[in-house]
């Protein structure tokens, strides 16, 4: 059972980053300190975003080297794959939540219930939303517009990754039901073999080299698919065995509609979050594009840069759901809040720092990406519009993990679209009618300030408190004790 070289590679590397991360994993969530435990929770995941965020900058990077028509065209697609992957990644986070408040609760067999019913549901989802996608690109980008070479472009990419879709939703179910249990390693280095690959393809694809055909924006596709596929490998036959983090049973995924309901109550809101975001994410570039393929790009290379830059306040934000879960599982609300206020803190100072960094480094960074003069100008200024509000991003994040931890998904979800929908976008509209595209520029800055204040407000609300997580009976699942839920949203 432990012979595989799959087994070997985990439990090798696994065992080194013990000594680095040491005695983590006699740390419990739900007691003790705080900082320590939460450092050790989240760094992984910073180290996994920032893997996973490689996949977009490597093939932003190359695909930049190879023309300004597909870097823009990837930059108009991306946020079309995040809409089509956020209408069901509700599913994994519901069962992050559900595994940690189970683990939080001591019921280990309706963790692995609720790990065995999500990879269920969230494959029906992705063959559904990939046939979906197939068959819509065309509409889709429709309603975004731009120039007619860059939508051929993104129309190709788009379709092979619908075509691929079900790799893309596997790996993100297998991290978040690891993080859920507590397992933040093992996603880690998964993901680390998996970018390897996906580098090692994309020039070869993209540019023709050796024996490959020069296939451009669509070389990019095909390697992260491929890379995807093999991370889903990997990720599946992990939790099968069962030796690290949760584990999955074959016998517990025949479909259970019961505990679907269950998992639609806490995925929902999630899934409207996600496809909130992304709605929102496209109707920014419906105001960016017609500001021609310079701005687009410049555009795009400022988008990728946040998604690094955030990394840490997304993943502190995830290793917060998980300590809250867990806590509120445990019914430690009081430490479920200390855990979050603490995170909140340290973010802001933590990204406030890089927001100086990156004010006085802004040309530099932009030339990373593009040789163009004016590309670099445009996206200098954009850097330095939202730089001076990194911090407030950090606090934004750490409280939608306290919330999301709480199984208040409904509130995480009306917080983001809040900053998203109700003032990024007017801002951006309006301010663009007046300042040209820097004010787009500003709508950033606007709402990361105003996301911070609106989540503070509603958490300081203190409604995430009413959890009764283990007063429910059993509904669903082998288990015979009490079956821990997550709170609805007020």
Do not use: C
Not at 118 to 127: G, K
Not at 246 to 271: C, N, T
Not at 279 to 285: D, R
Not at 376 to 400: D, Q, W
């Amino acid at each position: 059972m432990g012979d595989s070289p799959i087994d070997r590679l985990v439990a090798g590397v696994g065992r080194r980053l013990n000594m680095v991360f040491k005695d983590r994993e006699e740390f419990d969530l739900t007691s003790g300190d705080i900082p320590r435990p939460l450092f050790y929770l989240s760094l992984p995941i910073v180290i996994t975003n920032l893997l996973q965020t490689a996949y977009n900058l490597v093939d932003t990077i190359w695909l930049g080297q190879y023309s300004e028509t597909a870097l823009a065209a990837i930059g108009m697609a991306f946020p079309l794959v995040f809409f089509l992957i956020s209408l069901g990644l509700g599913i994994s986070i519901a069962g992050s939540i559900l595994v940690a408040q189970n683990i939080g609760a001591d019921d280990e067999d309706q963790a692995e219930f609720a790990a065995s019913q999500t990879v269920t549901f969230a494959i029906v989802a992705s063959l559904l939303l990939g046939a979906f996608g197939y068959l819509n690109v065309g509409t889709l980008l429709d309603l975004i517009g731009g120039p007619e070479n860059v939508v051929a472009g993104a129309t190709g990419y788009l379709q092979i990754i619908s075509l691929g879709m079900i790799f893309m939703f596997a790996f993100f179910v297998f991290m978040s039901l690891m993080r859920g249990y507590g397992d933040t390693i093992t996603p880690m280095l998964v993901m680390f073999v998996t970018v390897v690959v996906n580098m090692i393809l994309d020039p070869f694809l993209i540019f023709g080299w050796w024996v490959f055909p020069e296939l451009g924006i669509n070389g990019a596709a095909y390697a992260t698919i491929f890379s995807r596929a093999l991370a889903t490998v990997i990720g599946m036959t992990i939790m099968f065995r069962g030796n690290r983090g949760v584990q999955i049973h074959l016998s517990e995924m025949w479909p259970d509609l019961s505990y679907l309901r269950k998992i639609l109550r806490v995925g929902v809101p999630a899934s409207i979050e996600n496809t909130g975001n992304s709605i929102a994410v496209v109707l920014m570039l419906t105001i960016v594009t017609p500001f021609g393929e310079t701005v687009i790009a410049a555009y795009t290379v400022g988008v990728r840069m946040f998604s690094v830059i955030f990394l840490p306040a997304i993943a502190v934000g995830r290793g917060v759901e998980t300590m809250a879960g867990q806590n509120i599982g445990a019914r430690e609300q009081e430490r479920a809040g200390r855990a979050t206020n603490f995170a909140a803190k340290a973010m802001f100072g933590v990204l406030a720092a890089v927001g100086v960094l990156t004010w006085l480094g802004a040309p530099n960074i932009v030339a990373i990406f593009s040789d163009d003069p004016e590309v670099v100008e445009i996206g200098r200024l954009f850097l330095r519009y939202v730089a001076p509000t990194f911090g407030f991003t950090g606090i934004f994040h750490a409280y939608k993990g306290g919330f999301r931890g709480a199984g208040k998904t409904l509130t995480a979800a009306a917080i983001s679209i809040s900053m998203l929908g109700l003032v990024r976008l007017p801002v951006a509209y309006f301010a663009s009618g007046e300042m040209g595209y820097e004010g787009i520029w500003l709508a950033f800055a606007v709402s990361n300030v105003a996301g911070a204040a609106i989540a503070f407000a509603w958490y300081m609300r203190g409604t995430w408190r009413d959890a009764a997580l283990t007063d429910d009976t059993p509904d669903v699942g082998p288990a015979p004790e009490a079956d821990p839920e997550p709170a609805t949203d007020d």
